[in-house]
């Protein structure tokens, strides 16, 4: 994998670069940063030297005076050494250092605030269809997710598993995140059941038998560990009654299915809508991060149940955005893209599905899902 080119390019001061693990970080950085000075924190030895000495950072950097660029890796081990590269950011004008981060939890604990406006935020998502280009496979990315340690597997199954095991091992048990670890595999479980929806607090709950606070401070975690997010509610210009809770989604599909128990009794074709759903989040999720515009996604859904899956809205892109897991569209398909042109006629409506044309109907494109991912 570290032959395929990134999307994403490194500004030319300082940046924090954040994304959950596996997705690339450092790969990335060793392709654009060569030979760069690097101080990896996930390294044990490495972890207790800078923990105890943050200030080594300042030695590194004066033996390496012409270096340009210092790498950081997984800095939020580390907190401390923010303080460090803040100072040197004022002292050395010549030096650019490129920071990573998996968790915003403890960087946000230390009162940090991106060293005072000195370093740009950017984020590593998983790999785009057309990143992968001809080796993108629809099927498989629904089924396996395209974060690069497992596009990258031998079985992709067992490193998804091993992947969610490092997850709770290290950064849900070892940081002491929560006080039990079954309620929280529980937690897991039950919350799977709502991506691609709106997240019902109380049903969570009442699932895991825990309280609704504790759900709450659950998702919270998730949130920090950016390994799942909500999408809100768009509501500009509303001229309908809307609900008001966001839509919920794990960070990339295979991670979610690993997580979501399945038994005889499970719909495949529910499954696989939820997946295709999730993946087409994920890339337009990962398209405005990597454009700046993290903030430009949205979802409308009227208290009458009339429904778009996604809003972009951000620049100079509007566009309305139904997901539908079919090779055939029926008209009462296009319902919520109709209703939401009436309000907003500004809009570009688009219905993505598992048919190969290229289609208008009612005025609406419909476009086949891997032509429009592999457009992104």
Excluded at 81 to 102: M, P, W
Excluded at 179 to 189: D, I, P, Q, V, W
Excluded at 340 to 347: G, H, K, N, S, T
Aim: aromatic share 8%; glycine share 8%; hydrophobic share 40%.
């Amino acid at each position: 994998m570290k032959n395929i080119k990134r999307f994403l390019r490194p500004p030319k001061e300082s940046f924090l670069l954040l994304g959950p693990r596996g997705t690339g970080k450092s790969t990335w950085l060793d392709m654009v940063f060569p030979g760069a000075p690097k101080v990896d924190l996930l390294d044990a030895e490495t972890f207790r030297l800078y923990q105890a000495r943050p200030e080594r950072l300042a030695d590194l950097v004066a033996a390496h005076g012409d270096a340009g660029t210092v790498v950081v890796d997984e800095v939020q081990k580390v907190p401390e050494i923010l303080d460090v590269v803040h100072g040197l950011i004022e002292r050395r004008k010549d030096i650019q250092f490129a920071l990573t981060g998996s968790s915003a939890r403890k960087l946000r604990k230390a009162g940090t605030n991106l060293l005072g406006g000195r370093a740009q935020k950017l984020s590593m998502p998983p790999f785009l269809a057309r990143e992968l280009g001809s080796r993108f496979s629809l099927e498989t990315a629904l089924e396996n997710g395209m974060l690069p340690i497992v596009v990258d597997a031998a079985d992709p199954g067992r490193r998804l598993s091993a992947y969610i095991d490092l997850y709770v091992r290290e950064e849900i048990q070892q940081e002491g995140l929560v006080r039990n670890l079954g309620s929280f595999a529980r937690f897991l479980e039950a919350v799977s059941f709502s991506h691609g929806s709106q997240l019902s607090v109380s049903d969570v709950a009442r699932d895991c038998a825990v309280s609704r606070t504790t759900v709450e401070g659950y998702v919270g975690i998730l949130e920090d560990l950016l390994i799942a997010a909500k999408v809100p509610v768009f509501a500009k210009r509303a001229k309908r009654e809307l609900v008001s809770h966001g839509k919920f989604y794990f960070f990339d599909t295979g991670v979610w299915r690993t997580l979501r128990p399945k038994g005889p009794l499970d719909n495949p074709s529910e499954i696989d809508g939820a997946a295709l759903e999730g993946l087409v989040y994920q890339h337009l999720r990962a398209r405005l991060e990597i454009d700046g515009e993290r903030d430009g996604l949205y979802f409308w859904r009227t208290r009458g149940g009339i429904e778009v899956d996604f809003i972009v809205y951000a620049g100079n892109r509007f566009w309305a955005v139904e997901v539908k897991n079919a090779v055939r569209v029926h008209p009462s398909d296009l319902k919520g893209l109709c209703a939401f042109r009436e309000d907003y006629p500004e809009a570009t409506p688009m219905l993505l599905y598992r048919g190969r044309e290229r289609l208008v109907q009612n005025g609406i494109t419909l476009m086949p899902v891997e032509e429009f991912l592999l457009s992104l």
